[in-house]
């Protein structure tokens, strides 16, 4: 069974202290794994895609490293409109399993 | 595209009532998902779709969820029973060619009282 676990629960921050979040997972097979940001009363909204380990994807303000066991979510300098649950998902490779198994997510609150 | 379209946004009713909540994908998309979404369980998958067919229902509650696909543009979640128990947020979501890239929809509220 593909398990994602996602730490802390909840993070505050200043305006401008970076820091960073952590997925770590198990699948059968990973073909991807994936973040996504969701705002209070919204669906989730799609961030990245990381297929292997060592790979990278940035997008503003936001870094997103894996590895073989976990990923990281970066966050240089964040502002309040980076506020938001953080989710991390997997894919796992068999063509019958095409769902994302998502994590519990991660709260942050930025603070001007 | 105006992305995935869900309705109600909210729907108050009363234990044993019946409820059904719609979706519509996004053009062109060839998979469709429900996920629930609660404070103690997270985004949990309920039953997915792919070209119209259900691959996947392990995530269906029991017997009182029923979910089809009758057409490429529309799908529908069916509680009946409801209980209190199945309050919950409901998203669909779309994708296409199986990617994990998923578009979801702004949720379906349901309370049961």
């Given amino acids: 069974e ?12 200043q305006e401008g202290e970076s820091s960073s979040l952590n997925c770590s997972y198990t699948v059968s097979g990973l073909r991807g794994l994936f973040w996504y940001r969701q705002d209070p009363g919204k669906g989730p909204e799609f961030l990245f ?5 060592g790979e990278e994807k940035e997008k503003e ?24 649950t953080y989710l991390c998902a ?16 991660t709260r942050l609150q930025v603070q001007p | 595209d105006a992305g995935v379209i869900q309705s ?5 009713t009363e234990m044993g009532q019946e409820v059904t909540l719609r979706c519509k994908p996004i053009s062109g998309h060839d998979y469709l998902f429900w996920y629930r979404q609660t404070m103690m369980r997270g985004l949990e998958l309920l039953i997915y779709f792919n070209n119209n067919v259900p691959i996947d229902d392990s ?4 017997d009182r969820f029923s979910a089809k696909m009758p057409n490429a543009s529309f799908s529908t979640l069916k509680i009946q029973p409801s209980e209190p128990r199945d309050s919950a947020v409901y998203f ?22």
């Fill in chain 1, 61 to 84: 303000r936001l870094k997103a490293t894996l590895t073989k066991k976990e990923s990281f979510l970066h966050i240089t300098a964040p502002k309040p409109e980076d506020s938001a």
């Fill in chain 2, 92 to 113: 669909c979501a779309s994708s296409s060619l199986g990617a994990g890239e998923l578009f979801f929809g702004e949720g379906s509220r349901l309370t049961v009282l």
């Fill in chain 1, 90 to 105: 997997v894919q796992a490779q068999d063509t019958g399993r095409r769902a994302l198994t998502f994590g519990s997510g």
């Fill in chain 2, 59 to 62: 995530g269906m509650p029991e």
């Fill in chain 2, 8 to 12: 109600p946004r909210h729907e108050v």
């Fill in chain 1, 49 to 53: 895609t990381l297929y292997s380990a």
């Fill in chain 1, 2 to 13: 593909d398990q994602v676990t996602q730490s802390p629960e909840a993070l505050r921050l």
